[in-house]
């Protein structure tokens, strides 16, 4: 066999590996925003029928044995790929290792518990979702330990996988531990401040027509398509899809104007990476984002760095008070420092820049222990509530606002809690190295004129897909290692400014 007619097998054998993948995306969005309540038994088992066909395909004999002979000839590769054969063969091994009937059980597993997640959460009773959140514990335990055989991995190590390919718990600790200590630093010196500025500026009634109308005009300065995807409403704010499927979801609140704004543009982010990459490389294997952590630091930069900055609003803050007119006696200035306001928050999505990393520290560290068995389901709300009270000051008043706030364990994305975090990082980074190339970035954010950064971040970063590991492509594109310091940087002279505190260029 020749290597090019290996390699054309493979990938005709993968367009509907990918294509199946995709369907999985429309159905879990289907799921979160329009399917009716009581289909969850149903769609579980359509869940459960699609992973495990999607499995059977991943490990099919005539797709493994093209790979092998192309894996022999990997010199006369493109680096394109390279990284499909490097991709496709960490799918097929781990697709060996995983038992079908444990990823049937989990695909069930993941409608049913999201189901007892959803009312436990409006009922604001844990108790509702222990039952399901144990078994999927138990789930993801097993999992971890079938990936792990051969392996000297921790079994969380062994999941953080599937969203951070090459990290670790040791190399992510040792990225948060010195950021947790400069967080706590910044967060005493605003403390510290006699700055303050009060939430109530910002309430009133605020329609949600007008809501979405605002979000659809934004969206579409950012670049987003509206031809190619779609924004709806679900419980928990997300992204689905690929290609030129990609479909956003906000949560509205009539009193809450930044709920629906800020969820919106953290979703566009992630859309904007999906609609980037380029489109010869959809339905190939390394023509999906390189990370979980990468697709975090564009929704992060797009939603805080961008959409919070003083830039973004000497355009958009005129256009704000035409639609709502009880912000037309607030002055842009006030409105931009309030907006900034950091004070502790119950809910992780509602979070400041500065305390948000504190909520997922605090997920980091739980996730852990419930996955290596250090900690129960049945203790997960008291650990919850006091590390809570310990890092951010007080202890939640019931669950919702609580140990039920976020969808991820329901779906037994265990691991991917930090990715949140490792997107700020990146994102300093990203901003960091796109200021240098454009020097004009906040005058053309200023005029509203947003594409600028997108097409920066498209020629950079979502064209290549995972052609380069997170970590590679961060040296690739800004010439350093991932650190800490640039974050750090950034939220210290920006805060600086708004709470009249001390920093220096050094800091």
């Not at 010199?75 to 799918?91: N, T, V």
């Amino acid at each position: 066999m020749e290597a090019n007619k290996a390699l054309a097998e493979i990938y005709a054998a993968y367009r509907p590996i990918a294509a199946l993948q995709s369907v999985l995306e429309v159905l879990h969005w289907d799921q979160e925003v329009v399917m009716p309540q009581g289909a969850a038994t149903q769609r579980a088992e359509q869940l459960a029928a699609l992973q495990v066909t999607i499995q059977e395909k991943i490990m099919a004999p005539a797709l493994e044995e093209a790979l092998l002979f192309v894996e022999k000839e990997t010199s006369s590769l493109s680096l394109i790929e390279q990284a499909d054969i490097r991709e496709l063969r960490r799918a097929i091994n781990r697709a060996k290792k995983l038992p079908p009937t444990l990823v049937c059980e989990l695909a069930r597993q993941d409608v049913l518990s999201v189901q007892a997640w959803s009312e436990a959460r409006q009922k604001k009773d844990f108790s509702l979702f222990a039952s399901s959140l144990r078994r999927m514990v138990e789930l993801k335990q097993q999992y971890a330990d079938a990936l792990r055989v051969g392996s000297s991995c921790t079994r969380y190590d062994a999941l953080l996988q599937e969203f951070e390919p090459n990290e670790t718990e040791d190399s992510l600790r040792l990225l948060f531990e010195p950021l947790q200590a400069s967080l706590v630093h910044l967060i005493e010196q605003i403390q510290a401040s006699s700055q303050r500025f009060a939430p109530n500026v910002l309430q009133g009634v605020f329609p949600i027509p007008q809501q979405e109308a605002l979000i659809r005009y934004v969206l579409n300065t950012f670049g987003f398509s509206f031809h190619e995807g779609r924004l709806d409403t679900s419980t928990h704010p997300f992204c689905s899809g690929v290609g030129t499927d990609i479909r956003i979801t906000t949560r509205y609140d009539e009193h809450d104007l930044c709920e629906a704004l800020f969820g919106a543009f953290h979703e566009v982010g992630h859309a904007l990476y999906e609609q980037g990459i380029a489109r010869e490389r959809i339905g190939t294997p390394s023509g999906v984002a390189a990370s979980l952590g990468l697709h975090e630091s564009q929704s992060r930069l797009w939603e805080n760095m961008i959409a919070r900055s003083l830039s973004f609003w000497k355009h958009f803050f005129p256009i704000l008070q035409s639609h709502f007119s009880s912000l037309q006696e607030i002055s842009l200035e006030t409105f931009w420092r309030t907006v900034n306001r950091v004070e502790a928050s119950w809910i992780r999505t509602q979070a400041d820049e500065v305390t948000y990393n504190l909520h997922i520290l605090l997920r980091f560290d739980i996730e852990r222990a419930l996955i290596a068995g250090d900690l129960s389901v049945s203790d997960l709300p008291l650990a919850w509530n006091s590390r809570f009270e310990r890092d951010l000051g007080a202890c939640p008043p019931d669950d919702a606002l609580g140990v039920l706030q976020d969808i991820h364990w329901a779906s037994g994305l265990f691991g991917y809690f930090p990715t949140y975090t490792l997107g700020n990082l990146y994102a300093a980074q990203w901003l960091q190295k796109a200021e240098q190339d454009l020097p004009a970035l906040y005058h053309a954010v200023e005029r509203g004129e947003l594409t600028i950064l997108r097409e920066w971040l498209r020629d950079k970063i979502h064209r290549h897909g995972r052609t380069f590991l997170a970590r590679s492509l961060c040296e690739k594109v800004t010439g350093e290692t991932l650190s800490p310091l640039p974050f750090v940087r950034y939220l210290s002279k920006k805060y600086s400014e708004i709470y009249a505190i001390s920093w220096n260029e050094q800091t």
